[in-house]
């Protein structure tokens, strides 16, 4: 036996809690600057690159990747090698990952304002920023997996569990919704074309909060939680439970944000039924976290730690409750494109990952600077308004989400919409959002608090790396399990079997289905009856005790369970003919002009705040028209369905106004719509397209399946000079003048063609306002 | 390939395969865990407390 003395790289932990607690407070501050635009307009000051739309994916990846992503680093960073006992494997690893981090979260502060965007929520940071994320992130788990590799520690404690699945999960997320084909180092258009675009971005986006700012947290949990409370965690039984069942489940729920939308309605209730399963092994944890403080609730009254870690259960349990009712049909008729969402989003958000955040940084920075902290008092000063913050915030827009929400739905006696403008339903939650705003703004103090808190510790103290000595077994002292052994357990082989035989008598009839149940319900009992006969020793470890001494094996496990849900709802969605219509006769792609409208339509983030699909709900239909079909997008890379309605729904907006008046809303909204909080876009009448990257552009897009003929490739300067003179010339009429190359231009074209596929003839526009031409032929 | 693989079935197959199988691998799961010995267990859970940490200057 040999006696090592390990020395941990602290210096990256306390990089990383700097980090999370600058771009946390950088990350709230503009979503109060936003949440001020949405009461008073005015408050963009007329600039293109604080307008709410290019802020609003600003504040929401600042929050997620930096934010929540430096914080769960520096959890990360801290626990793994407490956990094994090991000093993370690589100092350079270390660095590259948290300076090349920071460099992304720059990036991001600069192109999303500056309007470079691919328009998916979350992910809207172009190819080149796509690519950068990739590399560190491999970084990141080289280094994890190194560092586990030369552990000291036999068997790998749940927290890692969690983080296994957080690095492997998100690369495969981010990997497969970045996939697009690049035009120009700043524009790129996504392979997936309409409802499957939709459906893998929802499938990252949801699972962006599954395994960004679920998972790293509870494994964080796992460890902080026992280490304030000094008892060891509830159940141990449970929290394996918990882990396989969320891990499982998460992947699946994604199609819960596309309800009563152009998605195969069997992709939608399978979404729906997984994501109310969810709430069993979201409260499992809650349940575990809670119980681990059983005979040390006192320390609730004394130690700010526990305070935050408690009530950041508390949250998540709540938001974890919500989520689930939310993605019921019904209930999601009613909530989705509200506030209400909003709402939830930050109750996980600022309770659950907020308080998570400040509960381990009051803990590490302490222990990292080798004194106390610096004020108790000004940590529970801290609790009580960032937890009054959060009530004010999240009790407005449920309000405000459900007045909204039923508004658009009331009718009168006779059957017609009882608020037929939607500006009437803005005004009328106007208020709402201003106790939102107050709300925030309260967070924000109660944060910069903290900020000035763990500041005045770290200066009362010197900065210190925790110190263990280990002893080292000899080599091959203990005979390891080969993963031969392993892999011919009869657990393994009766999945491996099923797997198998589910492949072969799966696609056949109706009958396959009863036969593959049959198969199994066999092999299950044969695997019992093996388990029961089987001699007990009591001494030889668990299997799962062997999957956990084996983290390559365990990490394909894990892959096994969070690549299902992917697999059973992408696959059949993208590859199968019959799942989504893939081409459409009578459908005609965007003419250039139209093109170049769209690609302006997506740079000013238009759909923050407008959809482009009409459910299949009477009060969607009554208020917009038609509903949306999935045919309607087989040309549309990216898809523009939105998530919210903070101003109408979109498509179906072609050719109901005249020229004139898209052009007059554009400039001044509240010239067409007044009480409108939408902002002036009237840069878009002084910038010009770009005529010279037409042709790249919808060359990039007949890689992608749009046929684009080369005849129309060619001609396509002639072809949008020749569309964009019948608008410039309608405006004239109209006493405005425009010149044909700005870019207002094609914005009008691009809403013009809105919903007015050849399947769908939608009424000719005013005599003011010509059919546009279509098409790109 | 895909597509052909993918034609020759119905679309709610697979899901509905995937569920049952994963269905049945949970319920095996639970079994095991409550058949197994709770010491082992006890040991895991105390891994975060077991630490003798001290702190040196960076």
């Not at chain 1, 399978?270 to 040390?296: C, D, E, H, Q």
């Amino acid at each position: 036996m040999e006696q090592r003395v390990i020395t941990y790289d602290d210096t990256t932990v306390r990089r990383f809690i700097a980090a999370g607690v600058i771009f946390g407070a950088v990350a709230m501050l503009v979503g109060a600057i936003i949440a001020t635009q949405m009461i008073w307009w005015q408050a963009n000051l007329g600039v293109p690159y604080l307008v709410f739309s290019r802020l609003r994916p600003l504040h929401t990846n600042a929050a997620i990747f930096a934010f929540v992503g430096n914080s769960m680093f520096a959890g990360i960073y801290y626990s793994t090698q407490r956990l094994c006992k090991a000093r993370m494997a690589s100092d350079l690893l270390s660095k590259i990952h948290f300076w090349g981090w920071q460099l992304i979260i720059v990036a991001a502060a600069i192109t999303l304002p500056l309007g470079i965007t691919t328009s998916k929520e979350y992910a809207e940071l172009e190819w080149p920023i796509d690519v950068a994320i990739t590399v560190i992130w491999v970084v990141f788990a080289i280094n994890f997996f190194w560092t586990l590799a030369r552990r000291n520690e036999k068997n790998l404690y749940v927290a890692l569990w969690f983080y296994i699945a957080t690095i492997v999960t998100i690369a495969v997320l981010h990997i497969v919704n970045s996939l697009e084909i690049p035009v120009t180092l700043t524009k790129s258009y996504s392979i997936f074309p309409g409802v499957q675009d939709a459906l893998v971005q929802w499938w990252y986006g949801h699972n962006a909060v599954a395994f960004f700012l679920t998972t790293p947290i509870l494994g964080i949990m796992y460890y902080f939680m026992p280490k304030a409370a000094e008892r060891p965690v509830y159940s141990y039984r449970l929290s394996i439970v918990h882990f396989w069942s969320l891990v499982f489940m998460y992947i699946w729920a994604g199609p819960h944000h596309l309800l009563h939308t152009a998605l195969p309605d069997w992709a939608q209730s399978l979404g729906m039924v997984f994501s109310v399963a969810l709430w069993a092994p979201s409260w499992g944890g809650l349940i575990n976290g809670m119980l681990t403080l059983r005979g040390a609730w006192d320390k609730l009254r004394t130690d700010p730690v526990i305070k935050f870690l408690v009530a950041a259960l508390t949250f998540y349990g709540m938001s974890t409750f919500e989520g689930p009712l939310l993605s019921i049909k019904s209930v999601n008729a009613l909530a989705h494109y509200t506030d209400w969402i909003i709402g939830h989003v930050h109750s996980g958000a600022l309770g659950w990952n907020g308080f998570m955040a400040a509960g381990t940084f009051y803990w590490m920075v302490p222990r990292l600077f080798g004194t106390k902290l610096y004020s108790k008092k000004a940590a529970e000063v801290h609790f009580w308004m960032a937890t009054a913050g959060i009530i004010l915030y999240v009790v407005a827009l449920w309000v405000a989400g459900i007045s909204q929400g039923l508004m658009w739905k009331a009718q009168t006696p006779d059957g017609a919409l009882a608020y037929p403008s939607f500006v009437e339903t803005i005004l009328a939650i106007r208020p709402l959002w201003m106790v939102r705003l107050t709300g925030g703004l309260l967070y924000l103090g109660g944060f910069l608090l903290m900020a000035w808190n763990l500041t005045r510790t770290a200066l009362a103290g010197k900065a210190v790396d925790g110190q263990v000595t280990v002893t080292v077994e000899e080599p091959h002292a203990v005979p390891e399990p080969s993963a031969g052994w392993l892999v011919t357990r009869p657990g393994f082989l009766f999945v491996l079997g099923a797997v198998v035989l589910s492949f072969f008598l799966g696609g056949a009839s109706m009958m396959t289905g009863v036969k593959v149940l049959v198969v199994l319900i066999i092999l299950a009992e044969v695997a019992w009856l093996w388990f029961k006969a089987r001699p007990r020793d009591t001494t030889a470890p668990g299997w799962h005790q062997l999957v956990e001494g084996k983290p390559l094996f365990f990490t394909v496990l894990l892959l096994f369970a969070v690549l299902a849900g992917g697999i059973a709802q992408l696959i059949p969605t993208i590859f199968a003919p019959s799942a989504v219509p893939w081409t459409g006769e009578k459908q005609q792609p965007y003419s250039p002009l139209e093109l170049a409208g769209r690609d302006v339509y997506t740079r000013e983030g238009c759909y923050v705040c407008h959809s482009q699909m009409i459910r299949t709900l009477q009060e969607d239909t009554q208020r917009y028209g038609a509903y949306s079909r999935p045919e309607e997008f087989i040309y549309d890379h990216p898809f523009q369905w939105g998530s919210k309605r903070t101003g109408p729904d979109l498509h179906r907006e072609g050719g109901k106004y005249p020229n004139l008046w898209h052009y007059s809303h554009l400039m001044d909204p509240r010239s067409t719509s007044p009480g409108s909080n939408m902002p002036s876009f009237a840069w878009t009448a002084d910038y010009k397209v770009d005529q010279s990257l037409l042709g790249r552009k919808m060359i990039a897009l007949q890689k992608v399946g749009v046929p684009y003929s080369n005849l129309a490739v060619d001609g396509a300067r002639d072809a949008y000079r020749k569309q964009a003179d019948t608008i410039v010339a309608d405006l004239a009429k109209e006493g405005v003048a425009v010149p044909w190359d700005r870019e207002v231009v094609a914005l009008i074209g691009y809403l013009q063609r809105l919903g007015r596929g050849p399947q769908m003839p939608a009424p000719l526009p005013t005599a003011a306002a010509p059919a546009p031409a279509r098409g790109g032929q | 390939m895909y597509s052909e693989f993918f034609r020759a079935h119905h679309l709610i197959d697979l899901p509905l395969a995937g569920s049952v199988l994963f269905a049945a691998l949970f319920l095996g799961i639970v079994a095991w865990l409550f058949l197994e010995r709770t010491q082992r267990f006890e040991q895991a859970a105390r891994q975060p407390l077991d630490d003798d940490e001290r702190s040196v200057r960076s």
